[in-house]
């Protein structure tokens, strides 16, 4: 978790890109499970933030969430922002903005993934994350 320590800095750095979202309700079999409300971190090289990266989700219980991430190897960081709901085992998240950098043509406005909570582990498709609050 080394990884984790080098980045603290950058994800901090990261965070003056925070900014609000707007909520909109979700659908009657979408819910916001209590479970995972809250920050999970990873340093997977499969994370969103790749080889030598740490990817931070913050989930809240109003349905926003912000996943930044930072890459060691570049320097170079990132934050998503927007909306989500989870439907059975399936998370779906809507981004609503992107920073520093506007959201380009290669990333999606909606994603879905396999979603599991289990206790202090979150897993997002192949990705684990460790709860940090």
Same mark, same amino acid.
């Given at each position: 978790m080394?990884?984790?320590? @080098?980045?603290?800095? @950058?994800?901090?750095?990261?965070s003056a890109c925070? +900014?609000?979202?707007?909520t909109t309700a979700t659908t009657a079999a979408a819910q916001i499970p209590s479970? @995972?409300?809250?920050?999970?971190?990873?340093?997977?090289?499969n994370s969103p933030a790749g080889p030598g990266g740490v990817s931070e989700?913050? +989930?809240?219980?109003?349905?926003?969430?912000? @996943?930044q991430m930072v890459n060691n190897n570049t320097g170079g960081g990132a934050a998503l922002a927007g909306r989500y709901d989870v439907e059975g085992n399936t998370l779906r998240a809507t981004i609503d903005?992107?920073?520093p950098y506007a959201c380009g043509a290669n990333i999606p406005k909606v994603t879905t993934d396999t979603i599991g909570v289990r206790g202090a582990v979150l897993t997002i498709g192949a990705v684990t994350y460790a709860r940090e609050n």
């Open positions: 080394r990884t984790l320590a @080098l980045a603290a800095g @950058l994800l901090t750095a990261v925070a +900014f609000g979202v707007a479970a @995972l409300v809250g920050t999970w971190i990873t340093d997977s090289a989700y913050r +989930f809240a219980a109003d349905g926003t969430y912000v @996943l903005r992107c920073a």
